[in-house]
């Protein structure tokens, strides 16, 4: 029904039109929503809704809906209007019988059995030899300009649809798999806001500078212009492999596998580091590293779906920024200077940075190797998915603030984080080495937690680590992130190897814990010793604090929130406050 529907038709038996529209607005919506998911290139939905005599035309955009309505259609004997009756069904029959090119909401479906031509970087659908002659693709032909195909033209076929969540309005992506000469690849096509900057510019950007590790494009461009603020992009790549996340988690189902496991951990992680890196020389920031954007084929790892990055810098060659600007409508004024075309919260919620989940706008490379290391995290991880009962507390998301302070917790010392990600450390497939330097380099800083600095300081200048950042990114890497930051320490302060910074973190974890550990649960407990250790840089217990033990209570009511509950503690508490910010 949806795969095909042209104008929906709802009637119900409701005088009143309040009671109509609050009894059956959901159910409208519904329609609309089921005839999104089910036809890509729809460029709006129209609904009729006839509700006691009356006629009202729906109209759902990915802007938003609008109302229009048609008339009176029926009426009681006693009223006399029959030029009302008459004009109704005139507007309605001349909607009726409009062409879906003139009506406009109607563009080619996408299905197996269609076909995309490739030609000049433009593509071109056609239906099949049955439908070729109807309106269905007339308004998409005419989009591009109906440029002839010529005989060198490639056929993109056995087109499938890969599942994706789909909303009525804002912004829609679908996403489909296909052949394109005998080799595998991708379709995706993407409703946005016209002011938003466009996926296919950022890849001309990075394939300008040879950023390693992405897609090859080979097609993109702008298919509808403007439908009610938002249009239409299409952007054809190679098809990239399997999820990272499965891919690791598949192979680690068979023992024998550990070594490649960890091989291919490790060296997928400079690799996505180097990819990230270079990219921000070129000017890009990907902002939404997570388990669905890191794809893998054979030993390559690559970065995929940099729909959410941002354009730092407009491109130093003149010929590059103006056939961007030219052909995806960017505007390097607000691109750049303002960042309006990019939203600053974006990402996936269960891979974002404690930042990000605060809400802290300013965005750095930091935040995505921070997600980087969940997405490791998760491959290595034995937690149970898809069942949030059971998950374990590092991926837990309930809300974006309860979250991130969460996760500090976890994270305050690298013995107890793996655990609490559900990773077995024992595990031979495990990278240690690997994850402490990712830890270190995040988390620490001068030999103390980081906790209050994440939490509290919304423009915190980072401090590049690169004895730790060696570890995981190879030398060329490490040394252009040194120099876009322009801050290098060799060595963590204080502190002669690793071993020797977490013998002196489990050493404070251990003193608050004899404390403390009758007054709460012991299965957050390792999470709570984190969570008080957000209240570093502090001497004394202040108001300041207080507001911090009061955002803790919102997670574990147990733990003690009150100047009089601490004070027994209270000499432990200034002790943990001069030194380390981790229990």
């Given at each position: 029904?949806?795969?095909?529907?042209?104008?929906?038709?709802?009637?119900?038996?409701?005088?009143?039109?309040?009671?109509?529209?609050?009894?059956?607005?959901?159910?409208?919506?519904?329609?609309?929503?089921?005839?999104?998911?089910?036809?890509?290139?729809?460029?709006?939905?129209?609904?009729?809704?006839?509700?006691?005599?009356?006629?009202?035309?729906?109209?759902?955009?990915?802007?938003?809906?609008?109302?229009?309505?048609?008339?009176?259609?029926?009426?009681?004997?006693?009223?006399?209007?029959?030029?009302?009756?008459?004009?109704?069904?005139?507007?309605?029959?001349?909607?009726?019988?409009?062409?879906?090119?003139?009506?406009?909401?109607?563009l080619p479906t996408i299905g197996r059995h269609w076909s995309l031509y490739i030609d000049d970087s433009l593509p071109h659908f056609e239906a099949p030899s049955a439908s070729r002659d109807t309106d269905s693709g007339g308004l998409l032909r005419a989009s591009l300009s109906e440029i002839p195909r010529?005989?060198?033209?490639?056929?993109?076929?056995?087109?499938?649809?890969?599942?994706?969540?789909?909303?009525?309005?804002?912004?829609?992506?679908?996403?489909?798999?296909?052949?394109?000469?005998?080799?595998?690849?991708?379709?995706?096509?993407?409703?946005?806001?016209?002011?938003?900057?466009?996926?296919?510019?950022?890849?001309?950007?990075?394939?300008?500078?040879?950023?390693?590790?992405?897609?090859?494009?080979?097609?993109?461009?702008?298919?509808?212009?403007?439908?009610?603020?938002?249009?239409?992009?299409?952007?054809?790549?190679?098809?990239?492999g399997e999820a990272f996340v499965d891919h690791v988690i598949r192979k680690r189902d068979d023992l024998t596998n550990n070594p490649y496991v960890l091989d291919i951990t490790t060296n997928s992680v400079k690799d996505i580091v180097t990819t990230l890196a270079t990219a921000l020389d070129a000017g890009?920031?990907?902002?939404?590293?997570?388990?669905?954007?890191?794809?893998?084929?054979?030993?390559?790892?690559?970065?995929?779906?940099?729909?959410?990055?941002?354009?730092?810098?407009?491109?130093?060659?003149?010929?590059?920024?103006?056939?961007?600007?030219?052909?995806?409508?960017?505007?390097?004024?607000?691109?750049?200077?303002?960042?309006?075309?990019?939203?600053?919260?974006?990402?996936?919620?269960?891979?974002?940075?404690?930042?990000?989940?605060?809400?802290?706008?300013?965005?750095?490379?930091?935040?995505?190797?921070?997600?980087?290391?969940?997405?490791?995290?998760?491959?290595?991880?034995?937690?149970?998915?898809?069942?949030?009962?059971?998950?374990?507390?590092?991926?837990?998301?309930?809300?974006?603030?309860?979250?991130?302070?969460?996760?500090?917790?976890?994270?305050?010392?690298?013995?107890?984080?793996?655990?609490?990600?559900?990773?077995?450390?024992?595990?031979?497939?495990?990278?240690?080495?690997?994850?402490?330097?990712?830890?270190?380099?995040?988390?620490?800083?001068?030999?103390?937690?980081?906790?209050?600095?994440?939490?509290?300081?919304?423009?915190?200048?980072?401090?590049?680590?690169?004895?730790?950042?060696?570890?995981?990114?190879?030398?060329?890497?490490?040394?252009?992130?040194?120099?876009?930051?322009?801050?290098?320490?060799?060595?963590?302060?204080?502190?002669?190897?690793?071993?020797?910074?977490?013998?002196?973190?489990?050493?404070?974890?251990?003193?608050?814990?004899?404390?403390?550990?009758?007054?709460?649960?012991?299965?957050?407990?390792?999470?709570?010793?984190?969570?008080?250790?957000?209240?570093?840089?502090?001497?004394?217990?202040?108001?300041?604090?207080?507001?911090?033990?009061?955002?803790?209570?919102?997670?574990?009511?147990?733990?003690?929130?009150?100047?009089?509950?601490?004070?027994?503690?209270?000499?432990?508490?200034?002790?943990?406050?001069?030194?380390?910010?981790?229990?």
């Amino acid at each position: 029904m949806f795969e095909t529907s042209h104008l929906l038709l709802e009637v119900k038996n409701h005088m009143a039109p309040s009671a109509a529209y609050n009894e059956n607005f959901g159910q409208l919506a519904d329609y609309a929503l089921n005839v999104r998911g089910h036809q890509p290139m729809r460029t709006f939905i129209p609904i009729l809704f006839l509700y006691g005599g009356q006629l009202d035309l729906l109209v759902f955009t990915h802007g938003g809906y609008y109302k229009s309505s048609i008339g009176q259609v029926l009426y009681t004997f006693a009223e006399d209007k029959s030029e009302n009756v008459s004009r109704s069904p005139l507007r309605l029959w001349f909607l009726l019988t409009l062409s879906s090119t003139d009506f406009g909401n109607l563009l080619p479906t996408i299905g197996r059995h269609w076909s995309l031509y490739i030609d000049d970087s433009l593509p071109h659908f056609e239906a099949p030899s049955a439908s070729r002659d109807t309106d269905s693709g007339g308004l998409l032909r005419a989009s591009l300009s109906e440029i002839p195909r010529s005989q060198e033209s490639r056929l993109l076929t056995d087109i499938d649809r890969i599942d994706r969540e789909v909303r009525i309005t804002g912004r829609c992506t679908y996403i489909f798999s296909a052949m394109l000469e005998e080799k595998p690849v991708v379709l995706k096509l993407t409703w946005i806001q016209k002011k938003r900057r466009s996926e296919g510019a950022v890849y001309e950007i990075l394939q300008a500078h040879n950023v390693p590790n992405v897609p090859r494009i080979i097609c993109s461009g702008v298919v509808v212009e403007d439908v009610g603020g938002y249009r239409l992009e299409l952007v054809l790549m190679d098809h990239c492999g399997e999820a990272f996340v499965d891919h690791v988690i598949r192979k680690r189902d068979d023992l024998t596998n550990n070594p490649y496991v960890l091989d291919i951990t490790t060296n997928s992680v400079k690799d996505i580091v180097t990819t990230l890196a270079t990219a921000l020389d070129a000017g890009g920031l990907h902002r939404d590293i997570s388990a669905s954007n890191l794809a893998i084929s054979g030993a390559q790892v690559r970065v995929i779906d940099w729909g959410c990055a941002k354009v730092l810098n407009k491109p130093s060659d003149a010929a590059l920024a103006d056939g961007i600007a030219s052909r995806w409508g960017v505007n390097w004024v607000t691109a750049v200077k303002t960042g309006e075309e990019s939203d600053a919260f974006t990402g996936t919620p269960l891979y974002m940075s404690v930042q990000m989940l605060l809400r802290v706008r300013s965005r750095s490379i930091y935040n995505d190797i921070e997600s980087l290391f969940y997405v490791v995290l998760d491959a290595l991880s034995d937690r149970v998915r898809n069942d949030e009962s059971k998950s374990v507390p590092g991926f837990r998301y309930c809300g974006r603030v309860k979250t991130a302070l969460l996760r500090l917790g976890c994270l305050c010392s690298f013995d107890h984080a793996l655990c609490r990600f559900g990773v077995q450390q024992a595990s031979l497939c495990v990278p240690d080495g690997l994850l402490n330097a990712m830890h270190a380099f995040l988390f620490f800083e001068k030999g103390a937690f980081i906790g209050h600095k994440l939490q509290y300081d919304n423009g915190c200048e980072w401090v590049f680590y690169a004895d730790s950042a060696r570890v995981f990114m190879n030398k060329a890497t490490c040394d252009a992130l040194v120099k876009d930051f322009g801050l290098q320490q060799d060595a963590l302060p204080g502190y002669n190897d690793y071993n020797e910074l977490q013998a002196a973190v489990n050493d404070r974890r251990r003193r608050l814990a004899n404390q403390l550990s009758g007054q709460v649960k012991s299965v957050e407990f390792d999470a709570l010793m984190g969570l008080i250790g957000l209240v570093d840089k502090f001497d004394v217990y202040d108001e300041t604090t207080s507001a911090t033990f009061s955002r803790i209570a919102k997670i574990i009511p147990t733990i003690p929130v009150s100047k009089s509950d601490v004070a027994p503690y209270e000499d432990d508490y200034v002790d943990i406050f001069k030194g380390l910010s981790v229990a």
